[in-house]
């Protein structure tokens, strides 16, 4: 019998859905906090993070009143702590920093939350690095390391998270799902690091994508809505649920692409850094940087946010976190090979696994650290999710409040930074 080919064997057929693949999310609905105004603070920039150089290209660089409703509240954030929200929960041992000193606002502890990408530098590195809990003093910091955006929003919305690190698209979502009540934007943190990485004999270029089984980490997310745009750019047709059309999307999760990818088992992958490095120490070349769609360079790829209860209630504590994400960026920035080794421990003690050399040193010059939230470029990323049919026509003034970050950025003479007409004020 003759051997098959295993590029016919591997490669199924555009209706084919390869496992752990996924049609659909399934995030169950988050209890939504109740709405509190915003606390007031000083309003007068941005520090900006290291200017990296992309492949290629030159350097553009977190009452109830009945005893019932209580505990209720408490075995659900227990729950979702517990039951699959974030892959791991840490509550010591990563940051070389201990709690030590008075409490911040007398509180015993801060809940953060940020996935294990390069994406997520500011986080990985000032929590690893010691920056949160030095702003926090005795009030101790823990961390959960999520998978997805969407069940960040989910952890946020139900109390088991304070603040977080999210991409664009999962803060327009969570946001516009709950008529605007849950969370606010308060920094920038990323800009850049999201390619189309594609086998180099299946795909000629980024306008090569008719037929083709392209992969995205989630349904809605960033990369999702970037992609889809692009591909009806393109004049490509594609459901935005189904992800079936003139091109096929697979939503599949960024630790199983590779091995995808590898297999033959999708021609492309829409992905953010260090996933598209992998793919591309695999043998994948990459078709589109997507800084190269945005003006400048530059576009948000992931922004802090908090829980507006958190913030009414704690602003202290979020000022202080703010404090320790600014010093974090500018160290980052003048640190460079330092902060690579420290962004990679994190990633190997939070996502259980070091980056080799050739997949670490082109993810991390492949970002932007930054405190600006760029905007502007959110705003046009939620229309771009309009039209793909994934968002409804969204109202997003009052998604920003920018006032604790420009009174920090301030202090240290810093540009104030805009929210684009999308703030509280």
Known sequence: MPAADPRTALAPSRNHRPAGAHRHPAPSPAALREDTP?????????????????????????????????????????????????????TGGV?????????TGGLDEVRLGYF???????????????????????????????????????????????????????????????????????????????????????????DDLRGKRIATPQLGN???????????????RV??????????????????????????DIDAAWVPEPTASQLTAQGGRVLLDERDLWEDGRHVITTMVVSQRFL??????VEAVLRGSVKANAWIGSHPEEARASLN???????????????????FENIEVLDDPLAATLARQAEHAERAG????????????????NKVLAERGARKVSAAGLDTG
């Open 38 to 90: 915003p606390v007031p603070a000083d309003h007068p920039a941005p520090v900006r993070g290291p200017r990296r150089t992309r492949r290629g290209h030159r350097p553009r660089h977190r009452y109830a009143t009945a005893a019932v409703a209580a505990a209720l509240a408490t075995l659900l954030a227990v729950a979702l702590g517990a039951c699959g929200y974030g892959s791991r929960a840490e």
């Open 239 to 264: 459901d935005p649920d189904s992800g079936e059309g003139e091109a096929t999307v697979l939503r599949i999760d960024n630790k199983e692409t590779p091995a995808f990818f590898r297999r033959g």
């Open 222 to 236: 960033t990369q999702d809505v970037a992609l889809l745009h692009h591909l009806a750019e393109k004049g490509l």
């Open 312 to 317: 009414a209630r704690h602003p202290e504590a």
């Open 116 to 206: 294990a990408n390069v994406t997520h530098a500011t986080a990985l590195v000032g929590d690893r690095e010691g920056f949160f809990q030095k702003e926090l003093g005795g009030t101790k910091v823990t961390a959960q390391v999520f998978g997805a955006g969407p069940s960040a929003v989910e952890a946020l919305n139900a109390g088991s998270v304070d603040i977080a690190w999210l991409g664009p698209s999962p803060a327009v979502n969570g946001y516009t799902k709950a008529g605007g009540r849950n969370l606010r934007i308060i920094s920038g943190s990323a800009s850049g690091g999201v390619s189309l990485v594609a086998h180099p004999d299946r795909v000629s270029g980024p």
């Open 345 to 363: 421990t994190a990633l190997e003690r939070q996502g259980g696994k070091a980056l080799p050399p050739e997949v670490l040193d082109p993810a």
């Open 95 to 103: 940051a070389k920093v201990q709690p030590r000193g008075e409490r």
């Open 390 to 405: 994934l968002l409804e026509k969204p109202d997003l003034r009052g998604i920003y409040d920018l006032r604790l970050l």
